[in-house]
């Protein structure tokens, strides 16, 4: 198998191949790791390797329906035992897991190969992935832009043809950000549907889920097949799906009422890409048979972002006292950024993050309320295109400010001027539409739909749309997406990666 041949397959057409002894995983892993050679010294996408367990593996007797495929985890929370967990954290840098995660348990069941762990922004905080530990990961598309966060590594994996999927999880957008500015399909499953155990019950109150990126519809149904189903300990068991997701692409999704909305729910600006891979989605719907039309949830989103920085605040300071307890470390071996989100959940107090998690179940409500007379909600998947590396870096004069507010004791003080809205507004403007799905319980889905015509010179950029569907309605959104793969297919759109080489001064 030739390079150009193996980054055109997905992972269930590579396991097809191992099936019929066309290839072998340990041929497939070789192509991984040369592609990985290639295009790695540009993109930094894996941050742990782990090619001498891939390559054993590879000799293993696989089976298991993607027996054989490459794979990389995520470097957060997909453990494997006896390997680095480090989530781009520099005090976890030499603290290695103890066992395998139930997620990374049931990827080897599947057959898979894995051989390493993609990037992420310090603990998975962010939208982009461009860790003060590791050079920036970059977006296959445009090598100056980021592939979004915190899934950033393994979309920038799948993109640039490393792996045909990937681990990914989502607690605020994090598989459909990545996936919308890279041009991949990213499922993010309902609460519970894949466990994240054995060493925690749920992660982020629940908001976290795990899933893949992937290149197809049916790569990430076959996913899900794997990797769901609740085990004994789980604090929260989903009901099982009526039938295999893999048995959902075959099935017509019926003629679905749909409503859709361009407006950012915190009033941002859109842009107009943005808008428009909206409405191209709405127009296709239409001629598909789908009755589509303008429509939106009475959801608050300044309420929706407050709920959401509240977890997340609360959640930074409870990461940082465990990992300070487990390593020792002292509180200036986080990023910067990272210790004045913990500072500022510390003061928040345990009544204040009780009641912002309360105010999740109105949310839910109030999505359900929609969904009794819409199938499914369709808007962007971002606010616009990916952001240039270090465009959301911190100035110097804002580093200084937030040097100083580090050192006075003002966490309640800054509670009490609002801080929390103006972080919410600030941080979510280039990405306010995903939240509310984690914080719902939902299932949601970037597909890949839209790409901007090209600025003279530059490549055209990938925007995803997203659609948020009931709870526990995968099957729904897998059968959608099946549709729209074959009436709009996007798997033979590849980025020209990686770049061509520097041309010498004076040529």
């Not at 996936?179 to 994240?196: Q, T, W």
């Not at 499914?376 to 990916?386: E, F, I, N, R």
Request: proline fraction near 10%.
């Amino acid at each position: 198998m030739r390079a150009d041949e193996f980054i055109r397959y997905d992972a269930t057409g590579l396991a097809e191949l191992v099936a019929r002894r066309e290839v072998t995983a340990a041929e497939l892993l070789a192509m991984a790791l040369d592609r990985a050679a290639a295009v790695e010294p540009h993109l930094n996408a894996i941050a742990v390797r782990m090619d001498a367990i891939g390559q054993s593996r590879a000799q293993e007797a696989l089976a298991g329906p993607f027996a054989g495929v490459p794979f990389l985890l995520k470097d957060i929370f997909q453990d494997y035992a006896g390997q680095p967990a480090t989530a781009a954290c520099r005090p976890l840098l030499g603290v290695a897991a103890t066992a395998h995660s139930t997620y990374t348990r049931r990827a080897l069941a599947a057959g898979l190969v894995i051989f390493g762990k993609t990037t992420t922004p310090e603990l998975a905080l962010l939208a982009i992935t461009e860790p003060t530990l590791r050079p920036p990961t970059r977006n296959p598309w445009a090598p100056e832009r980021t592939p979004g966060g915190s899934s950033g590594g393994a979309a920038a994996a799948v993109a640039a043809g490393i792996v045909p999927m990937a681990g990914a999880s989502d607690g605020g957008g994090s598989i459909r950000i990545p996936a919308g500015y890279c041009g991949l399909f990213g499922l993010k499953p309902s609460r519970g549907r894949i466990p994240v155990g054995p060493m925690r019950g749920e992660t982020w109150e629940g908001a976290v889920t795990e899933g893949v990126l992937s290149r197809s519809v049916r790569d990430t149904a076959r996913a899900l097949d794997a990797l769901a189903g609740a085990e004994p300990g789980d604090p929260f068991a989903i009901a099982p799906p009526e039938r295999p997701f893999a048995e959902e692409l075959e099935r017509p999704p019926g003629r679905l009422r749909i409503g859709f909305s361009t407006a950012s729910p915190i009033g941002g600006a859109v842009h107009p890409e943005a808008a428009a891979a909206v409405e191209q989605a709405a127009a296709l719907l239409a001629d598909l048979g789908h009755a589509v039309e303008p429509a939106a949830p009475a959801i608050d989103g300044a309420a929706v972002a407050r709920c959401y920085l509240t977890l997340y605040l609360g959640q930074v300071a409870a990461d940082i006292a465990a990992i300070r307890a487990r390593t020792g470390c002292g509180a200036t071996a986080f990023e910067l950024e990272t210790r004045l989100m913990a500072k500022l959940g510390r003061a928040l107090g345990a009544g204040a993050y009780v009641a912002a998690r309360r105010d999740w179940n109105g949310l839910a409500r109030t999505l359900a309320d929609f969904h009794a007379t819409h199938d499914l909600w369709l808007l962007p998947t971002t606010a616009g295109p990916p952001p240039r590396i270090g465009e959301l870096a911190l100035r110097p004069a804002r580093r200084a400010a937030l040097l100083l507010a580090e050192r006075l004791p003002v966490g309640r003080a800054m509670l009490r001027a609002g801080v929390i809205e103006t972080i919410a507004h600030d941080a979510l403007q280039q990405v306010p539409f995903t939240q509310l799905a984690n914080l719902a319980s939902v299932p949601a889905m970037s597909v890949p739909l839209h790409w901007a015509p090209p600025a003279p010179g530059a490549p055209a950029l990938p925007f995803g749309v997203q659609f948020v569907a009931p709870f526990g309605a995968e099957g729904l959104l897998i059968r959608l997406a099946a549709q729209l793969e074959q009436a709009a297919p996007w798997a033979d759109r590849r980025p020209a990666f990686p770049p061509p080489p520097a041309t010498p001064a004076g040529q």
